[in-house]
């Protein structure tokens, strides 16, 4: 067999009847009939009868083929996301990471506006700074888990489900508190229900397996392999 480059490395450039140098070709060479022989029918990897051909009678001098158009073998492990597989909706996460951010920039917001009023007194004390203080570490931390929940990090995704927990559960217990001892206890629980309807969405949504999912899959399409 003639490569277009030479013959292939490692194998017998004079195989197949090719002429060696101060020689003349062997005109029998592939199986071709000698005077008063037959030729040869089983030459060249042809089957015999009852028997399966060889098919590795043509690569006898040149070794082990290489896999055909960059085929990879078996056991390479499961292509990562976008090559045959659904990449997961990133709905539920997405939906939990923007309420949050919504949440920071009102609490931040209210909260400086609390600490701008809390310079106006006359002696303002730390007394007078910490709850100010406190709520707006909080709304930083409700930016924090929104930023790192859109970059599919884990850390965000349980950032927001503590803060919407604690959110959710205090505030269950002042509209409790503040449904019995008021004047009028359906309108205090209306509202009390409304404000935790946002941290109660954010938590089931942050909880969400498929919020999970997208987040696994941002790693893959990282580090496929």
Not at 76 to 82: E, V
Not at 162 to 179: E, H, P, Q, R, Y
Request: proline share 11%; hydrophobic share 40%.
């Amino acid at each position: 067999m003639g490569y277009p480059y030479g013959p292939q490395q490692g194998g017998d450039p004079y195989a197949g009847g090719y002429a060696q140098p101060g020689y003349a070709p062997d005109p029998y060479a592939g199986g071709y009939a000698q005077p008063g022989y037959a030729p040869d029918p089983y030459a060249g990897g042809y089957a015999q009868q009852g028997y399966a051909p060889d098919p590795y009678a043509a690569q006898a001098h040149y070794g082990a083929q290489p896999y055909p158009y960059g085929a990879q073998p078996y056991g390479y492990g499961a292509p990562p996301y976008g090559y045959g597989q659904p990449r997961p909706s990133g709905g539920t996460a997405i939906t939990a990471a923007v309420l949050a951010l919504l949440i920071s920039l009102v609490t931040c917001g209210g909260m400086a506006i609390a600490m701008v009023a809390v310079t106006s007194l006359r002696n303002p004390t730390a007394a007078n700074f910490a709850p100010a203080a406190g709520g707006l570490a909080v709304g930083l931390l409700w930016l924090l888990g929104s930023i790192l929940l859109f970059r599919r990090k884990t850390a965000g995704r349980v950032i927001l489900i503590v803060l919407s927990s604690i959110a959710v559960i205090g505030g269950g217990i002042a509209t409790a508190i503040g449904a019995s001892g008021s004047g009028e206890p359906a309108a205090g629980l209306i509202g009390g229900i409304v404000g935790l309807s946002i941290p109660l969405l954010i938590l089931v949504m942050a909880a969400a397996p498929s919020t999970g999912r997208w987040i696994r899959a941002g790693r893959q399409l990282a580090y496929p392999y």
